[in-house]
């Protein structure tokens, strides 16, 4: 019959409309606003409506979603902060479209360079969100960040991201992605310990 196609659309429509209604009150006001509600409109089970209501709610991203970069401190006990960068340059050089550049801190008595950056600058207009910079780092100083929210009302000049508005502790960087933290740390606690093994062999 010409039309029917139309008259199933609104039925269909019409069933989630009502269905909304019936989720709303089987919930009873936990729906919205709440981390259970959320995963309830993931879900397969979900019924009515199951659109997230951004910005107020937000849906929760993987561990492994990756988007600006940022470099990783550690603090010490008296709250002293460490780099990890040793300004190699190896995340400029792998960078596809050359978003980050570096300044090596040098010695003022023998200009020779000192193993951490002066300045570290990202363009985040440029940045391609690739992940390259964090896979080639070989100190784990570099690594992906999950906020996404950068809009900005002049980004010429705010979306230059300098050092310290890039760096971010450790403890951070634990929060946001717990496998890794834990399997990166594994893996450096046993290269210490063959490490201390080898010196004392040695010895």
Not at 10 to 17: A, E, Y
Not at 83 to 110: F, H, L, M, Y
Not at 174 to 185: D, F, K, M, Q, V
Request: proline share 6%; glycine share 4%; net charge negative.
């Amino acid at each position: 019959m010409e039309g029917s196609g139309i008259w199933r659309g609104l039925v269909v429509t019409l069933k989630r409309f009502v269905m909304t209604y019936v989720d709303d009150i089987v919930w009873w006001g936990k729906k919205y606003y709440t981390k259970e509600g959320i995963q309830r409109r993931m879900s397969i089970d979900a019924r009515g409506i199951f659109t997230v209501q951004y910005p107020e709610e937000k849906v929760p991203v993987p561990e492994e979603f990756r988007f600006i970069p940022f470099l990783i401190y550690e603090e010490n006990e008296l709250g002293e902060k460490k780099d990890r960068c040793t300004s190699c340059g190896i995340c400029a050089k792998v960078c596809p479209p050359q978003c980050i550049w570096i300044v090596r801190t040098n010695d003022p008595e023998t200009s020779r360079p000192i193993p951490e950056p002066a300045e570290f600058y990202i363009d985040v207009d440029i940045c391609m969100n690739c992940g390259f910079c964090a896979e080639y780092c070989p100190f784990d100083a570099i690594k992906m960040d999950h906020d996404y929210e950068l809009s900005v009302y002049d980004r010429h000049t705010k979306n230059i991201y300098n050092k310290a508005r890039l760096s971010k502790p450790l403890t951070y960087y634990a929060e946001i992605r717990p496998t890794n933290y834990e399997r990166e740390e594994a893996a450096r606690a046993e290269a210490e310990a063959a490490k201390a093994a080898r010196k004392v062999k040695s010895e």
